[in-house]
Nanobody, 123 residues
Framework: QVQLEESGGELVQAGGSLRLSCAASGRTFSSYAMGWFRQAPGKERTFVATISPSGNTPYYADSVKGRFTISRDNAKNTVYLQMNSLKPEDTANYYC????????????????WGQGTQVTVSS
């Protein structure tokens, strides 16, 4: 069982930066792949980024590639999402998720989810 808590979301101007954090409970964090997903009002939840349990392999949605960076600190049981060059279309509730094993881009393959943190990018 893994419990996740996101933080760091706020209102920011277009072109700005934010770093989201997701703190995980449990002693087996380093065996879980972690993912970030987002959901805008009236839209489906979509994949943003994922990272392997070791942290050596990240993978990104095309819409954020080159602007967002996912990383993790297994000693702190925390995964991060550094978001640069933010655009209004990045506005969404951002969720972190965990799954045992390899990284994955499909939300249905993640059994553990946080409550989300709101990111709003003004134009």
């Amino acid at each position: 069982q893994v419990q996740l808590e996101e933080s760091g979301g706020e209102l920011v101007q277009a072109g700005g930066s934010l770093r989201l954090s997701c703190a995980a409970s449990g002693r087996t964090f380093s065996s879980y792949a972690m993912g970030w997903f987002r959901q805008a009002p009236g839209k489906e939840r979509t994949f943003v980024a994922t990272i392997s349990p070791s942290g050596n392999t990240p993978y990104y949605a095309d819409s954020v590639k080159g602007r967002f960076t996912i990383s993790r600190d297994n000693a702190k049981n925390t995964v991060y999402l550094q978001m640069n060059s933010l655009k209004p279309e990045d506005t969404a509730n951002y969720y972190c998720a965990a799954r045992a094993g390899a990284l994955n881009v499909y939300s249905n393959n993640y059994p553990y989810w946080g409550q989300g943190t709101q990111v709003t990018v003004s134009s």
